[in-house]
């Protein structure tokens, strides 16, 4: 069975610095990977997601994520954070061949400081 | 946009009794979902539903049950409340492997 580590439940940081959030999973078969956000009082959000192709993904609001095969890692990065990311984060993982049945991480709190 | 609603933000109930958590979505989707959501533990699946009337267990189904009857609606049971159940529960839905899965706002349930 697959497993997700978040090695930080939770990571401070002041606003405009840059943030890696960590993720190792483990599977002997090909997965997606997903990383989704829980703002205070709300469902969880897809923040991004890798399927295939480029190891290097985006989303809309500044974050990125890369895949890493060999470390089996997908860590989570922003340049420049704001106070409006303050939230709880969740890396997530599927297998290739069980559809959309997700593996979650533990969590990583992020606050960002003024 | 997929709405995904429960019908609770807030439950409190007592030890024994049997909790009815419900879900409700918007755009015809196969799939739905139970987790419940522990500080430390991030979500586990507790049953999901790939179809009406049809049911899986998840990593940690036992003290639930759920319900399927109709394919908007999926809810949870609790068949007889113990305390360990308090607990942040969140639904969710999908279409197809590709797409991501679609939270509601949870329902944050207190067993006294």
């Known amino acids: 069975a697959q497993s997700v580590t978040q090695l930080d439940s939770q990571v401070p940081v002041f606003e405009e610095a840059p943030v890696e959030l960590r993720c190792n999973y483990s599977?002997?078969?090909?997965?997606?990977l997903f990383w989704y956000v829980q703002y205070p009082n709300q469902g969880l959000q897809l923040l991004l997601k890798?399927?295939?192709?480029?190891?290097l993904v985006e989303s809309i609001n500044g974050f990125e994520a890369e895949f890493n095969k060999s470390q089996t890692s997908f860590h989570l990065r922003k340049p420049s954070v704001h106070i409006s990311d303050t939230a709880e984060y969740f890396c997530?993982?599927?297998?290739?061949?069980?559809?959309?049945?997700?593996?979650f991480g533990g969590g990583t709190r992020v606050l960002v400081k003024p | 946009d997929v709405k995904v609603t429960q019908s609770s933000r807030y439950l409190v109930k007592r030890t024994g009794e049997k909790v009815f958590l419900e879900c409700v979505q918007d755009?015809?989707?196969?799939?739905m979902f139970w987790y419940r959501q522990d500080p430390g533990l991030g979500l586990r699946l507790i049953y999901f539903?790939?179809?009406?009337?049809?049911?899986e267990k998840g990593d940690i189904p036992e003290g639930y049950s759920v319900s399927r009857e109709k394919k908007e609606r999926f809810s949870l049971i609790l068949e007889s409340a113990s305390t360990n159940q308090t607990s942040m529960y969140l639904c969710a839905s999908y279409s197809n492997p590709l797409q991501p899965q679609h939270f509601g706002d949870g329902t944050r349930l207190s067993i006294l």
């Open positions: 539903s790939y179809d009406v009337k049809m049911k």
């Open positions: 890798y399927l295939s192709g480029s190891t």
């Open positions: 599977s002997s078969v090909s997965v997606y």
């Open positions: 755009m015809d989707h196969e799939n």
């Open positions: 997530a993982v599927s297998l290739q061949a069980a559809g959309n049945k997700l593996t």
